[in-house]
Every structure is written in structure tokens, then in C-alpha cells.
């Protein structure tokens, strides 16, 4: 019998939401005793009997409120407390919300009729998401510090994986929740631009940046053409090979060719590392080629494609023999990221168009 009146009388604070059978209406003992240090209150008289009471009487001081009832006392201290905690947070996009919130408390009086609430919260969420801040926080200062040429792979997967609770795959809708997730989110990839795409990927940190407007706003497309770039593509054995082949196939027995005339579409091109890997999902190439009296080529032509992420991938799909096995992890892992900030609206998507002139170009191993 006692063990079902102590379940009847159990109750769970409002904040971290641990259960507690004692006098208080809304908090534990030991959040009740952390809330005076959070408000910067001194700690009540040993004579005063309800410590919670009190508390919100004193919040409601603070806020020139008196002569309120045990009810708008009460619920004036959970909107001062989350306002709080918000104003605590290193989040750009809170300013909205905590403006309501403030609203909302100075609505409160002795003479308002309703206690309104213009935007609605449990003041649990609002002490896991403070919580999250504060772990994210740590993480992206330690991030900004590390050396991701002399890591270890095995510590950069766990790294990057001790970021993966900002990357909830179920989208937060809840206004509160979802303007701290995409805060993290919008930061985690500003760093991420800061280090290059983290290995040195110029290309894919431009790409990324461009993508990363404010939620109000949409990026515009993107037309590169540069040295950088164009260097990228003559490395690659992706885009060499794809060029000999055409070559092959479309100037065997002709002087010139425009990729148009035979494939209206363009030529899919999937790059299999580096930084073009990061950068192109699926692209389209188009080429116009011309032959020299020396056999060489010159090409004008550009690669088209769209700046999103919609499928998540595992780690072998973006396996490259030819890089480190960190490279994958970061490809994988990043790419993965992209897909739910994506959902987010964090990463917007738009057009990409990289444009190339190279003349003089040789096909090497074919026949002159």
C-alpha cells in the first residue's frame, strides 16, 4: 500500500524531468537550488518553508510584478527561467522566439485576465536543447583546434561522430527546437568552410558557402571558372578519361565535335575522390572540341550539376582507393550531415556550372 501511494504522489520536475515526491509543484530539490544560481539569486532564509514559492515570488519582483496570483506567479517563472536559458545559448536565430517569450511575460499582471502564451514550450526542452548548446559548443571550439593532417582516423571518425546529435534525423518542428538545431547546424558548416571542407577542398568549400544563406534567403547559381579549378580537372582521371573517350568516339574521323549534336543531355560524369568527389554529385558535361595540326585538342566546355544532398550513403560508396581512409570517413560522414541539414533547410540547393577552356590538350595513350 505505501509503495502505491508514493507512485500516486510521484511527480517529475519541469525541468530535467527526473521524478520527485515531495512538496514543490514544478522542481526537484537539486534544479530548484541550481535555478537561484542560474537567476543569480541569493539562497532563501532558513525560516522560509516552500524555497519554490519564494522563488517565483522573487522573479516576479524582478520583473516589477506584484500582487499576482500563485498561478500567473508560477507560470511568469517558467517563461523568465526558458527565457533565460535561451539568452544563455550561442544562437543566432533565438531572436524571434525570445522576443515573444518577453512579450508574453510583460503581459502578465495583476489585472490581465488570461496568462497568454504566444509561443508555446515545456521547459524540458528548453533545458535539454541549453544542454545540447553547451555540449556543441565544446565540440566546435575543439573542432576549430584540430590538426586533420596528423589525426588518426579511428579519433577524426569518433570526432565527427560525437557531432552527429545535431544532426537529428527526425526534422525538429517545434519553433524552439528547430531554430537551436538549425543554429548548430548553420555553424558546424561555417566551420567546416573556415577549414576547406577540413583536408584542403577549396572547391568544395566555396560550393558549400554559397549554399549556406540565411533561412530567409536563397543562394543564387553558381558559374566558376579559374585556375583552381581548372587544375582540379586536369588532375583528375575521371574527367581525362571521360575526354579520351569522346575523343575516340565522337572525333575519330572528324577535325571537331560538339558533345550537343550527339548527346542533347550531356555525358554523366561521377568523380570517384578529392575534391571534386565533395563537390559534384551528378553532373553533366558538355564538350566542344577542336583538332590541332599537332593531334592536340581544344576543348570548351562545362560541367553542370545540382548543389544538393538527398541519399544517404555508406561508407563504401565513397570509398577511394587512391586517399587516405580518412577522406572516406569525412566524405561519408559529410555527406550524410548534408542530407538532414538539407531537411533542415540549413544546406539550400541550387546550380552549379564549371566552365573550362583548355588548349593545346593531349590525350594521352591514344594513337596519333
Not at 550561442?90 to 489585472?111: A, G, Q, T, Y
Request: with cysteine.
Amino acid at each position: 500500500m505505501e509503495n502505491n501511494d508514493n507512485n500516486i504522489n510521484e511527480k517529475r520536475c519541469v525541468l530535467c524531468n527526473k521524478p520527485y515526491n515531495y512538496k514543490y509543484k514544478m522542481f526537484g530539490r537539486r534544479c530548484l537550488d541550481n535555478l537561484y544560481g542560474l537567476l543569480e539569486f541569493s539562497k532563501p532564509p532558513k525560516f522560509i518553508w516552500n524555497k519554490e514559492t519564494y522563488l517565483c515570488t522573487r522573479i516576479a519582483w524582478r520583473n516589477h510584478k506584484i500582487f499576482l496570483s500563485k498561478n500567473k506567479k508560477y507560470s511568469l517563472a517558467q517563461k523568465y527561467i526558458a527565457l533565460n536559458y535561451l539568452n544563455r545559448m550561442n544562437c543566432r536565430f533565438l531572436d524571434d522566439i525570445k522576443e515573444k517569450i518577453s512579450k508574453d511575460i510583460n503581459d502578465i499582471s495583476v489585472f490581465s485576465r488570461n496568462i497568454v502564451s504566444t509561443i508555446s514550450f515545456e521547459l524540458n526542452d528548453i533545458y535539454r536543447l541549453f544542454n545540447y548548446t553547451q555540449k556543441f559548443d565544446e565540440l566546435i571550439e575543439e573542432l576549430q583546434n584540430i590538426n586533420w593532417e596528423k589525426v588518426d582516423e579511428k579519433v577524426a571518425e569518433n570526432f565527427i561522430k560525437s557531432m552527429s546529435f545535431i544532426f537529428t534525423i527526425t526534422k525538429e518542428i517545434n519553433p524552439i527546437s528547430y531554430a537551436v538545431f538549425y543554429s548548430m547546424q548553420y555553424t558546424f558548416w561555417q566551420v567546416v568552410v573556415i577549414g576547406g571542407m577540413l583536408k584542403d577542398k577549396k572547391l568544395s568549400a566555396r560550393l558549400l558557402s554559397n549554399s549556406l544563406s540565411l533561412p530567409e534567403k536563397k543562394p543564387e547559381d553558381l558559374t566558376i571558372q579559374d585556375s583552381i579549378t581548372d587544375e582540379l580537372l586536369m588532375k583528375s582521371k575521371v574527367f581525362n578519361d571521360k575526354l579520351k573517350e569522346l575523343i575516340e568516339k565522337y572525333g575519330k574521323e572528324t577535325d571537331m565535335f560538339d558533345i550537343k549534336d550527339y548527346e542533347k543531355d550531356g555525358i554523366s560524369l561521377k568523380f570517384e575522390g578529392g575534391d571534386l568527389l565533395y563537390s559534384l554529385h551528378k553532373a553533366i558535361l558538355f564538350v566542344k572540341a577542336r583538332k590541332n595540326e599537332d593531334n592536340t585538342w581544344n576543348l570548351e566546355g562545362e560541367i553542370n550539376d545540382t548543389y544538393d544532398f538527398t541519399e544517404f550513403k555508406d561508407l563504401k560508396e565513397y570509398a577511394d582507393n587512391k586517399e587516405a581512409i580518412l577522406t572516406d570517413i569525412l566524405s561519408t560522414l559529410l555527406n550524410n550531415f548534408g542530407v538532414v541539414s538539407s531537411e533542415y533547410g540549413v544546406i539550400k540547393t541550387y546550380n552549379v556550372k564549371i566552365k573550362f577552356i583548355f588548349s593545346n590538350y593531349e590525350i594521352k595513350g591514344m594513337m596519333k
